[in-house]
């Protein structure tokens, strides 16, 4: 049984689903990671899975390229024959599906992790346009299942026309390992770190974290760091070095960049804060935080929402306010009580809702859903 995984960057394969590719090839899967190299195929490889370059821009618009990429994919299916492909994200789910289709491949599972900036009111662009009406096409066929993590994208998917509800699996988020992440006590010494973990994407909410921060800074500033972790991206919306170096002082506020000991900061950490407006699946790195115990601040928006329960592991705040944060923000870096009460909440949560050993078995169950049909 072959299994084609299909992801639009090797590193973001590597922090997802690893796991589950591991999984299903212990299973007796033969698997291939079909992903861009940015550097990180060899460890991939290394991990003992077979990989393939795959030619894609991930926020690149050009028709030609986008269309090569389907191409390349259609020729890959056509020649390889997997029995399923998976495809995560959204670039992959929209050229990896239609070429499959073609391809005539036996079973095909999309994971949206998150619709981004393509359903959004405000982007007007060609593809958003016509991506709804290509995708009923390409999802209209037999044994295709799509994996949510939030009701809102399901229902989204369903009011479209892309597929029936009947289609639709729900799983959330890429799960954690509660061995790994495990509950872990903040520092009773040091400042008090407020943290943020995201792509450096102004929609993540990174400039309303810093707003905040600048409104806390004169009572604050001796007592607290506030620390943005994360990578320069080539999203349209991605923050420059200038920018991140115009709002960080490299003291109250630090630009760390992207870090591969996320675990180990969250570990050191009192708060996270996630002020994100964009168009969440279910953020992995709010995900590791339930699970190492941290009171979490983030907005009431898709994805954003389901790994908070209000007033009990943290705080759910409007999109795009910046008073709201910095009213929660103030309560909590001045109530130890009330943090260590949230981040046991918050443990308590990722392990009813986040276990990565159930996301696994979801995974390897939707697998062999689709080669018994």
């Excluded at 670039?91 to 499959?100: E, N």
């Excluded at 964009?278 to 389901?306: F, H, N, Q, V, W």
Aim: charged fraction near 25%; hydrophobic fraction near 45%.
């Amino acid at each position: 049984m072959k299994l084609f995984i299909i992801v639009n960057v090797d590193w973001f394969f590597l922090s997802h689903r690893l796991p589950v590719a591991l999984a299903a090839q212990k299973a007796g899967w033969d698997v291939t990671i079909v992903t861009a190299d940015t550097g990180k195929l060899k460890d991939i490889e290394a991990a003992g899975l077979k990989t393939i370059n795959l030619p894609m821009s991930r926020s690149g618009m050009n028709i030609k390229e986008e269309l090569g990429t389907m191409w390349f994919l259609y020729n890959l299916y056509k020649r390889e024959k997997p029995d399923v492909v998976h495809h995560v994200g959204m670039k992959t789910i929209l050229w990896g599906t239609l070429a499959a289709k073609f391809a005539k491949v036996n079973g095909v599972v999309n994971a949206v992790s998150g619709l981004g900036g393509f359903f959004a009111e405000d982007n007007k662009s060609m593809l958003a346009k016509v991506m709804p009406k290509v995708l009923k096409f390409s999802h209209n066929r037999k044994n295709l299942l799509v994996i949510f993590q939030n009701n809102e994208d399901r229902a989204m998917y369903v009011k479209k026309g892309i597929i029936d509800d009947s289609q639709a699996r729900f799983i959330k988020g890429s799960g954690v390992n509660l061995q790994e992440f495990c509950y872990t006590p903040e520092p009773n010494e040091g400042k008090v770190k407020v943290i943020l973990t995201a792509r450096m994407i102004v929609e993540k909410g990174i400039f309303i974290l810093t707003e905040a921060a600048e409104k806390l800074r004169s009572k604050y500033e001796d007592k607290v760091e506030v620390l943005l972790v994360g990578g320069i991206d080539d999203h349209p919306g991605a923050i420059t070095k200038e920018q991140l170096d115009a709002v960080c002082d490299g003291k109250y506020i630090q630009w760390l960049g992207y870090r591969t000991d996320v675990k180990e900061l969250l570990q050191q950490s009192h708060i996270v804060a996630f002020p994100s407006y964009y168009m969440e699946g279910l953020p992995k790195s709010l995900i590791e935080a339930t699970a190492i115990g941290r009171p979490i601040i983030t907005t009431k928006s898709i994805g954003c929402k389901d790994t908070v329960d209000d007033g009990v592991n943290g705080f759910l705040i409007a999109p795009k306010e910046v008073e709201p944060l910095v009213e929660k923000l103030r309560l909590l870096i001045n109530d130890a009580a009330l943090r260590q009460k949230m981040s046991k909440a918050a443990r308590e949560k990722a392990e009813k809702e986040f276990s990565l050993d159930v996301v696994i078995e979801r995974h390897l169950n939707i697998y062999n859903e689709l080669i018994k049909k």
